[in-house]
């Protein structure tokens, strides 16, 4: 619908496992971003990549790891993660980085670390 | 620091009725904000924005009032129909080193009543 794609949409994996999110875009935008939304908490930024570069990690725990291969695509990839990291993983696009760019946003990714 | 936070954590109205939802923002540098909707197993979903050199925006039963002298940010919606029902967040362009970033408040849940 918002042209933002998210797979799986819903991961239920152990804290030994290895997992990946997939984001893809399909509005030709240049910037993509990770956020986390718990429950009860406002969207917290992970990371931004802009033109495949990461320009920005908000301080994430390097169980946590982006990968941008292509503007279209953005990955998160998860390994020995803990309960607390549960929670609806986003993905975001816009057109640019700086200027009043509006950000489009996937359905996310339902996660549950048990 | 930078904050967005919203007075109401729920909203409850009657259908046809006129809702108003309210923001606080800290920052009076901030040049840009936006209104978005997040429906039950959706990512948030953009609404109308505004720039810090108007105080009033409209769309499609949808207003945005902005009060830079108070740092408050209102989204008007006219007629509240079931489909409104959501949480809506506010957020605003984050400035200086986090400039092109968004910093979204908690949200608010709009309860529309039949």
């Known amino acids: 619908e918002t042209g933002v794609t998210q797979t799986p949409r819903h991961l239920v994996m152990g804290m030994t496992n290895k997992k990946s999110l997939k984001c893809e875009q399909h509005l030709g935008h240049n910037a993509m971003y990770w956020y986390k939304q718990s429950a009860k908490k406002p969207l917290e930024l992970m990371f931004v990549?802009?033109?495949?570069?990461?320009?920005e990690n908000n301080s994430v725990p390097s169980r946590f790891s982006p990968e941008c291969p292509n503007s279209s695509h953005l990955f998160l990839h998860l390994h020995t993660l803990q309960p607390e990291d549960s929670a609806l993983y986003l993905c975001?696009?816009?057109?640019?980085?700086?200027?009043?760019?509006?950000?489009?946003f996937g359905p996310g990714t339902r996660l549950t670390v048990t | 620091g930078e904050s967005v936070g919203l007075h109401l954590p729920t909203l409850s109205v009657q259908e046809g009725d006129n809702s108003i939802i309210n923001c606080a923002y800290s920052n009076s540098a901030s040049d840009y904000f936006i209104w978005y909707k997040q429906e039950s197993g959706k990512g948030p979903q953009f609404i109308i924005d505004i720039r810090s050199n108007m105080d009033k925006r409209q769309g499609q039963r949808v207003t945005v009032l902005l009060n830079k002298t108070v740092k408050h940010l209102s989204l008007q919606i006219a007629a509240t129909q079931p489909g409104d029902s959501a949480v809506y967040f506010c957020a605003e362009e984050g400035y200086g080193g986090s400039q092109g970033n968004l910093i979204f408040g908690k949200g608010t849940k709009l309860s529309v009543k039949p």
């Open positions: 975001a696009s816009s057109q640019g980085r700086q200027g009043f760019y509006e950000q489009y």
């Open positions: 990549y802009n033109f495949k570069e990461q320009t």
